[in-house]
Nanobody, 126 residues
């Protein structure tokens, strides 16, 4: 199971740190991705990190502003979001990809993720 948390209301230019916590030791094997979905829009890839944290992948829209990290001992992945913009407003989901096990692969398609958290709302006021 995955649980995303850390969302909230923030002014434009502010920061938030999202957490994705998992139960079970096998979490450390898998790549973890973050996606977001704004009202009336499809689910959009945000960022992904491989099992070791040595490989990351970011959408162009967040590159340079968002940073992923993970601590496998704590079964947690964090998404640090800085310089937030109004257009970052969305429900953010974390997901784990079983096919990306012990690899550098960081999938960008939601179809390649198998376990999903429940989502956390991020609202950026302009």
């Amino acid at each position: 199971q995955l649980q995303a948390s850390g969302g909230g209301l923030v002014q434009a230019g502010g920061s938030l740190r999202l957490s994705c916590a998992a139960s079970g030791r096998i979490f450390s094997r898998y790549s973890v991705g973050w996606f977001r979905q704004a009202p009336d829009k499809g689910r959009e890839f945000v960022a992904a990190i491989n099992w070791s944290g040595g490989s990351t992948n970011y959408a162009d829209s967040v590159k340079g502003r968002f940073t992923l990290s993970r601590d496998n001992a704590k079964n947690t992945v964090w998404l640090q979001m800085n310089s937030l913009k109004f257009e970052d407003t969305a429900v953010y989901y974390c997901a784990a990809s079983l096919r990306a096990s012990y690899s550098d692969y960081t999938p960008i398609s939601s179809n390649e993720y198998d376990y999903w958290g429940q989502g956390t709302q991020v609202t950026v006021s302009s």
